[in-house]
């Protein structure tokens, strides 16, 4: 099935390995707030380490757009990587030249280094030759371990995959392979669910979704405007109304596809966006001029879970309501541990991520048990668009 080559393929013993990992990591007042991209990446350290190679990881951290800027050092993140590998690292506070060179020098088979963020250099985002060139010359071997930042054509995510010889890394193989199995060669029925705010930012997966999968499950804030569309009454709801075209647009895609869009059927309305604002459910034909749809109400719930049921594959990405603010969070949560039952008893194969995602179904507790969650935010988006990611693409090549 994958036809890039992965660490089964080569002997590292000796190697000088340039490890690209995603190491752009969520945090405040100096502490990693979450630690998954870390975790995802030790078994692709570990196997590399343990088997003789000299590990060298390089990684981009916030946007200093070709700076020096000291916020985004990646020294910030270095004590929270030891943490987790239980092994010491050592640093390089440059990526290139002699600071690279003189701690890639002293290393011995089994050392693991940490070079300094890519993108204070303009060459990075630019995917510049002599920045490249720059880089590689320090390394016998490319390992590509960040499919989080594979939608993005730079010198450290494609450029140099043509200057040394490319393979990747655990966690990237992981990704893929969940993900083909999730929509290139999935076993079906397959159902997508697709939530988040708006429509306007998700036009092309919805396209390309629709082609593809059996029930398009629409949540979110991009519900109001498919029932406005529809000729429903949102009143005061989120909703792109200058997009009803579009929206109508898709329904007939779906319905030439033999694609069944799922949208809600009643909902939780509220007068104001908060937390614990009063609210009730009522029909998605008579919500009122004052309410806000803040949530899907049970029936649209129980109707998911029944066709959910029936599936054997599950492709989710955001989230069915406000799930920042309780108690709209219920669809989201109920919907997301029907899915996790489903997986754990063996029924479904269900893989998640992008955006919010990630956080909405750990906060219904669901994440743990789904076969896969992603850690990539617009990959993962880019993806479900059918779009060839640079990042993965040179591997290939
Ligand atoms: C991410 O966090 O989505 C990736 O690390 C890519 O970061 P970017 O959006 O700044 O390119
Ligand atoms: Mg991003």
Same mark, same amino acid.
């Given at each position: ?13 000796? $190697?000088? @390995? ?6 752009? =990591? ?14 995802? &990446? ?12 000299? /590990? ?21 993140? %270095?004590?929270? %990587? ?6 010491? /690292?050592?640093? +390089?506070?440059?990526? /290139? ?17 940490? %070079? ?7 060459? !990075? !985002?630019?995917?510049?030759? +002599? ?31 043509? $200057? ?52 398009? @499950? ?14 429903? +009454? ?15 647009? &898709?329904?007939?895609? #779906?319905? #030439?596809?033999?694609?069944?869009? =799922?949208?809600? =059927? ?29 949530? =899907? ?68 507790? +669901? ?19 059918? $779009?060839?990611?640079?990042? /993965?693409?040179?591997? $290939?090549?």
């Amino acid at each position: 099935m994958t036809s890039f080559r992965t660490l089964d393929d080569v002997d590292v013993k000796g $190697k000088r @390995v340039l490890l690209r990992v995603d190491l752009n =990591v969520p945090m405040e007042d100096g502490r990693v707030t979450d630690a998954t991209r870390i975790e995802r &990446i030790l078994p692709t350290i570990n196997e590399l380490a343990d088997k003789g190679a000299k /590990v060298i990881l390089l990684s981009h951290f916030g946007r200093p757009k070709g700076q020096r800027v000291e916020s985004e050092s990646l020294r910030h993140v %270095l004590p929270a %990587l030891e943490q987790h590998l239980k092994r010491k /690292v050592a640093f +390089a506070d440059d990526c /290139v030249g002699a600071p690279a060179a003189a701690v890639i020098g002293a290393m011995t088979d089994g050392d693991i280094a940490l %070079l300094e963020n890519t993108r204070f250099h303009k060459g !990075e !985002e630019k995917n510049d030759t +002599a920045f490249i060139d720059e880089v590689a010359q320090n390394f016998d071997l490319f390992v590509n371990d960040a499919f989080s930042a594979a939608h993005r054509a730079h010198a450290t995510t494609t450029g140099i995959a043509a $200057k040394l010889p490319a393979i990747a890394g655990r966690t990237m193989q992981a990704e893929l392979e969940a993900l083909e199995s999730a929509l290139t060669s999935p076993a079906r029925p397959v159902m997508a669910i697709v939530g988040g705010a708006k429509v306007s930012t998700k036009l092309e997966l919805l396209g390309n979704l629709v082609a593809k999968v059996d029930y398009l @499950v629409i949540g979110g804030g991009m519900a109001n405007t498919f029932l406005a569309a529809q000729g429903k +009454a949102v009143g005061k709801s989120l909703c792109e109304h200058d997009l009803a075209d579009t929206a109508r647009a &898709i329904l007939e895609k #779906a319905k #030439a596809a033999n694609c069944t869009i =799922v949208l809600p =059927v009643d909902a939780t309305v509220a007068q104001k966006f908060e937390a614990h604002a009063p609210s009730h459910i009522v029909s998605v034909d008579h919500v009122g001029a004052d309410d806000m749809i803040l949530d =899907v109400g049970p029936k649209s719930i129980a109707h998911v879970e029944a066709l959910l049921a029936q599936c054997k594959t599950l492709v989710w990405n955001g989230p069915f309501g406000a799930f920042e603010l309780p108690p709209f969070d219920e669809g989201t949560n109920a919907v997301a541990r029907t899915a996790a039952r489903l997986t754990t008893e063996g029924k479904l194969l269900s893989v998640a991520g992008g955006g919010d995602t990630v956080a909405a179904l750990n906060q219904a507790h +669901a994440g743990q048990e789904f076969s896969y969650v992603s850690t990539a935010g617009g990959a993962f988006l880019e993806w479900l668009e059918g $779009k060839t990611l640079p990042g /993965v693409a040179a591997l $290939k090549g």
